[in-house]
């Protein structure tokens, strides 16, 4: 069973993105961007995720069965982000 090929200037082209996606992140993390620095960060972090997964585990060209165990991993993840933020967001009601 063969797949599409992918040309090997894809993988150099990816490659070269996180790499500048990466001094992105380094230059982003100098700057003062107050309560966007966060948010700014897990963007650029959710591109470079999304570049390996594409690309590198070739999920571009896979099955219907690959892309729904990726998203029903994000929707778990999700919930779990969820349950945190709540959890950390009601933290100060409880206070003795």
């Known amino acids: 069973m063969s797949g599409p090929i992918t040309p090997t200037r894809t993988y ?7 790499i500048a996606l990466t001094l992105v992140t380094v230059y982003v993390s100098f700057l003062e961007l107050g309560p966007w620095h966060t948010t700014v960060g897990v963007l650029i972090g959710v591109v470079k995720a999304s ?3 594409l690309f590198f585990m070739h999920l571009l060209h896979s099955s219907k069965a690959s892309w729904l165990a990726v998203l029903a991993s994000l929707f778990w993840l999700g919930i779990l982000m969820v349950l945190t933020i709540s959890d950390y967001l009601t933290r100060h009601i409880l206070e003795y």
Do not use: M, S, T
């Open 12 to 18: 150099y082209r990816v490659f070269a993105a996180l």
């Open 51 to 53: 570049l390996v997964g």
